[in-house]
């Protein structure tokens, strides 16, 4: 007799598959030809070109939409990292995955993060913070969107390595612009803002987590977050604002970023 799959996993992997073709050509067209891109305004034939203009982006410049946008990118993955132990096992038991095996996905995602961290602090001085958040995002939707539809412990493991990954990096892209662009009156409020965010993401997680225990939800629940992640990055596209790198030309650090690895992994 063939074995029996688990719940939904075939229906599953034809829906993220497709979720998943979407999402990088999406970002594509949000960059190409979404708000805030310099158009130009055509003029008559005999006439010098005209000066461009350019289409406004509706939360740029506006505080709360910052904020949220750098809450929303940070805690998903810490309410990942609180409410995981709660549903594990049904993991473990879905995807045929041992109890150390799953320790060591988790250690590998954690370790993502961290190296992240790093990585994030160099190569956002020679890259614009914009399209490194929105590239960094998308990796982030990519990984939360690999683990539902995993058959397997590689899949899911790569999905978990990925989403900490991204959100060490978005840790150094997504906050300076709230406490740098801001006047320094907001900054009390800044701190305030996100240690809610971060906090309530530790104490929203178990919740969550039992939640999705007791319905053996946790596909999901992963999906859930995908979703979150892509409204982030739709909101990132209206708000976030062009701005060139602080140091282009700076060079890379080779060795402390392979020293930087092998210490957090």
């Not at 063939?2 to 979407?22: C, E, H, I, N, Q």
Request: net charge positive; proline share 9%; glycine share 12%.
């Amino acid at each position: 007799m063939r074995p029996r799959r688990d719940g939904g996993s075939a229906r599953w992997v034809r829906l993220m598959t497709g979720a998943l073709l979407l999402v990088p050509l999406v970002v594509r067209f949000l960059e190409v030809y979404g708000v805030g891109e310099v158009v130009p305004v055509r003029g008559p034939a005999a006439a010098p070109a005209a000066p461009t203009r350019r289409i406004p982006r509706p939360f740029e410049g506006k505080y709360p939409a910052t904020v949220a946008c750098a809450i929303l990118a940070l805690a998903p993955f810490i309410v990942v990292t609180t409410a995981r132990a709660l549903f594990g096992e049904q993991v473990q038991q879905d995807l045929h995955l041992s109890r150390s095996g799953m320790e060591i996905i988790a250690g590998l995602s954690t370790a993502g993060y961290a190296w992240g961290a790093l990585w994030g602090g160099d190569i956002a001085q020679r890259l614009p913070r914009r399209p490194l958040f929105l590239v960094c995002e998308g990796v982030f939707v990519l990984g939360c969107l690999l683990a539902p539809v995993a058959t397997g412990p590689v899949m899911y493991g790569i999905g978990h390595v990925l989403a900490g990954f991204a959100t060490g990096l978005l840790l150094v892209v997504a906050v300076p612009p709230v406490v740098q662009r801001f006047p320094a009156a907001k900054l009390p409020i800044t701190v305030v803002a996100i240690n809610i965010g971060f906090f309530g993401a530790v104490c929203i997680g178990p919740l969550v987590g039992g939640w999705v225990a007791a319905g053996h939800h946790w596909r999901w629940f992963y999906a859930a977050l995908a979703a979150l992640g892509f409204a982030n990055l739709l909101l990132a596209v209206l708000t976030l604002p062009n701005q060139p790198p602080p140091d282009p030309g700076l060079r890379f650090d080779w060795a402390a970023l392979v020293l930087g690895l092998a210490a957090t992994a």
